[in-house]
């Protein structure tokens, strides 16, 4: 059902985008609030739901990746500057905490706390999304005075 939702968005989203009503910085933002955002949610609620552990782990270290192979001439993938790759090592430490704490919890009976962990996905993305809005921000203000 979720990822019915998601890919209804992203066609619509692509609709809007190629008739020329938003540019490009908008189509970013737009992709990343009605894509990103709930393909985390959804993925955070599975996580939550299923009690996964190797999922985050493998997601932890696909951040990781992606972190320590970076070029400054890479681009994302809808064409823009990857502004948000120190973002990703936080991702990776957020990821791997989480798994860290699930694996303590079935090693050693870690106690009722840890059954919430997933709160620090949670945390994950909302700092995520705080610091996107910061970095768009600067993005935009750079190409208003640029426009000057």
Known sequence: MGFTIILIMFIVIQIVFFKGYIDINQYRKAIFLFVCIPTRLV?????????WVVAPAAISAIFLYKYLTFKKTDVGAFGGNVHWNDMRLFHAGMFGLYT?????????????YLDNAWVILIVDLALG??????WTEKIDMAALTKQV
């Open 129 to 134: 999304a705080f610091t996107s809005s910061i």
């Open 100 to 112: 860290l704490a699930k694996l303590y919890q079935r090693s050693y009976g870690g106690g009722e």
């Open 43 to 51: 993925l955070i609620y599975l996580i939550f739901k299923n009690d």
